[in-house]
């Protein structure tokens, strides 16, 4: 995402008309894409800057393939970019075509088909006479408005229901990113964190939040210099004293505690009724077989003190495998005992994914978007959580840390 923003940007700049977005599976958000696309809107005198502009794209390794409207690269790391250049007349409707998916595609081909249309690349034509435009397509708005519809935004387009929910003006009003008002779980320099609590709390405060939840480790994970009940303590005294101090931000007092293989939680319940927040999640025993994972985490659920379940099924993409986790036991756990589950925000993690938060939608069970920071930087990573939960087709409501402080410490409570 960032990769292809940066050369959208960078094509933006090559000329003063020339209108840039990236489209494709980046697009619509996917947690993995096999290349990158963009399109872009230029007048014809301006292509060949363009197309050499693009070529000329810091970390291009090599041209792949080159015609008079389009070109792919290939870059550093190995990843391949398609360019495509059409006139700006054309630019909403490519730009709708290129981000896909074909499926969501294929399903508004058949409707303008039913509707005597015909929808592609270069824009929504009679049936019988392609040069015929039905009406000038502005934004895709317009397409999806032709074709009797509510807009369909990027996240949705993977013929899923969308298109029925569009038909029926029964789309949801997604999560926007400033709808985020803290982050539930980060850490600090106390344990493996980089930074130091009022150093991260600082960097919340110029992300716009109200709150934010210094939730270091617990004590079984010794390399990460978890806490004990004492260090524990001792943090929160730091905090009270900075709560003291800082302004426009509260700091919140918790803990990502774990939760053990014989399915206790590292610290005793006197010292996480201390905490504003816990998150419970599981770092060891990755191998234990459903029931036993499905124990471990129904018992944190049902523990009085626990507020989130952290990155529920343990994955790291492209590096460890989910762990045996019926997704659906666990959510009808998490709603019988208004437990959030986290959407861990890392882009190394992303867990839960999209399709099990729209489950925990459909289960009545509130969400917690958190980035599981360990640096300043890592706090920006919200942006990706966030956009799983688009996916996941959830709303404000949805979300437990869109409300306000006190009523996010009410819900707590």
């Not at 191998?287 to 990155?311: F, T, W, Y």
């Not at 045996?324 to 994914?353: F, G, V």
Request: hydrophobic share 40%; with cysteine; proline share 3%.
């Amino acid at each position: 995402w960032p990769e292809a923003e940066a050369i959208a940007e960078s094509l933006r700049r090559c000329y003063q008309e020339v209108r840039a977005e990236v489209a494709g599976s980046v697009r619509r958000r996917k947690e993995a894409v096999k290349d990158l696309d963009i399109v872009v809107a230029a007048p014809e005198e301006a292509i060949p800057r363009v197309l050499s502009c693009f070529k000329a794209t810091e970390g291009v390794a090599s041209v792949a393939s080159e015609g008079q409207t389009k070109c792919s690269v290939k870059l550093d790391g190995g990843m391949q970019v398609d360019l495509r250049i059409v006139a700006p007349g054309q630019f909403a409707s490519a730009l709708a075509h290129f981000t896909g998916s074909k499926e969501h595609n294929a399903r508004l081909r058949g409707i303008a088909r039913d509707l005597g249309m015909k929808i592609n690349e270069y824009g929504v034509f009679e049936a019988e006479d392609e040069q015929q435009s039905r009406c000038e397509i502005a934004g895709e708005e317009d397409i999806y408005r032709l074709l009797g519809m509510e807009h369909v935004p990027p996240e949705l387009r993977e013929d899923t229901g969308e298109i029925e929910a569009a038909i029926e003006g029964r789309l949801p009003d997604l999560l926007e990113q400033e709808d985020i008002k803290g982050d539930l779980h980060v850490h600090t320099a106390w344990t493996d964190g980089i930074d130091g609590i009022r150093a991260m709390a600082e960097a919340g405060k110029q992300r716009g939040y109200e709150y934010l939840a210094v939730t270091d480790h617990s004590k079984a994970l010794a390399f990460a210099k978890g806490l004990n009940a004492e260090r524990l303590s001792a943090q929160g005294r730091e905090i009270d004293a900075l709560n003291e101090q800082i302004e426009g931000i509260k700091v919140l007092k918790g803990i990502e505690v774990d939760v053990l293989v014989d399915g206790s939680l590292d610290l005793p319940d006197s010292v996480l009724e201390t905490c504003d927040v816990v998150v419970a999640s599981i770092h060891s025993g990755f191998r234990n077989d459903e029931e036993q994972i499905m124990r471990r985490l129904e018992g944190a659920c049902k523990s009085p003190h626990v507020d989130i379940i952290g990155h529920p099924s343990g994955r790291i993409i492209g590096h460890r495998n989910p762990y045996s986790l019926d997704i659906h036991r666990l959510l009808d756990t998490a709603a019988r005992t208004k437990t959030a589950i986290e959407i861990n925000a890392s882009p190394d993690r992303l867990d839960i994914t999209d399709q099990q938060a729209r489950a925990a939608k459909k289960a009545g069970v509130r969400m917690a978007i958190d980035t599981d920071a360990h640096s300043r930087r890592g706090l920006g990573d919200i942006v990706f959580g966030v956009s799983v939960a688009r996916r996941g087709w959830l709303e404000k409501h949805d979300v437990i840390n869109t409300m306000s402080q006190q009523d996010l410490q009410d819900f707590l409570k």
